[in-house]
């Protein structure tokens, strides 16, 4: 069995305590992490050396992700070669040898406030650029998982008042049409295969007591090609943890392989 997890934890320097719990309960044998907001130099040195190796992809004060894994896991990094995706430290791209499987960590533009069209049009970017790159891997006949923080409430029933998100950049019908775009390619939403939409949540925002009201809305996830889909056999998301001492706004989740 493998286990494979992603969480955007709003700083992993605020929020490595919780990380290292997680670890421990679940004990992944990969963690995607979005948005560490830290440089390389500056992640810091909690995880058990003699289990977990890690690969990190920094920027200073903002953005960044990371991929902690089990050291006798043979990954082989790949670089992306794009310059929308490169322009900021929000995506990586991992292959594992012994599921024959590219992992890709991704943490998507928020895209706010969307009257400016900067904002908007590089998130709307960022999606086309993520959708070739994804193509490519797709049409190569090599299996795909994406995993991390879209950024998109897809669904209408993916947060208690979508009303208040519609003239959002999360959820925007030109972002929400992007995202479908990408599970076109052949991708299977692993949070529609085990949940019902407005039965999960995976982000409550720190104002207007969201936790406490549950005004939650479901933004991040796995999206994984056919073949690899017959193999997944669980999905859970992580609730509990939005309920610690000073946590992220999002919630670790994670799947379960039977290879």
């Known amino acids: 069995m493998t286990i494979i997890a992603s969480w955007n934890v709003n700083s992993i320097r605020v929020r ?3 990380v290292e719990n997680f670890l421990n309960k679940v004990d992944p044998d990969i963690l995607l992490l979005q948005e560490i907001k830290c440089m390389n130099s500056e992640f810091p040195d909690f995880i058990d050396q003699s289990k977990y190796n890690v690969t990190i992809n920094g920027q200073k004060a903002k953005y960044g992700v990371a991929i902690i894994y ?9 670089q992306i070669k794009s310059q929308t995706l490169e322009s900021q ?10 599921l024959n499987l590219n992992i890709l960590n991704v943490y ?15 998130k709307l970017k960022w999606y086309d650029e993520l959708y070739n ?5 797709i049409l190569s006949k090599q299996d795909l998982l994406i995993g991390g ?18 003239n959002d950049a999360l959820g925007n019908l ?35 007591a969201c936790w406490e009201r549950n005004d939650g809305i479901l933004i991040d996830h796995f999206l994984i090609s056919p073949k690899k889909l017959q193999n997944v056999k669980r999905l859970e ?10 946590p992220s706004d999002h919630i670790p989740f994670w799947l379960k392989l039977n290879i």
């Open 149 to 166: 923080d879209f950024n998109v409430i897809e669904n209408i029933k993916d947060a208690i008042n979508f009303q208040e998100w519609e």
């Open 108 to 122: 998507t533009p928020n895209g706010n406030p969307i009257n400016d069209p900067d904002k908007i049009q590089f």
């Open 89 to 98: 430290a929000r995506v990586q791209l991992i292959y594992l040898k012994s």
């Open 16 to 18: 490595y305590g919780h």
């Open 174 to 208: 030109q972002v929400r049409t992007k995202f479908r775009e990408l599970c076109f390619l052949g991708l299977t939403n692993l949070s529609r295969i085990f949940f019902k939409p407005g039965q999960i949540f995976s982000f409550w925002d720190y104002q207007r």
């Open 133 to 137: 790159l994804s193509k490519k891997i």
């Open 70 to 78: 089990k050291k006798e896991i043979d990954i082989r990094i790949i």
């Open 237 to 246: 998301y992580e609730t509990n943890f939005r309920g610690l001492e000073k």
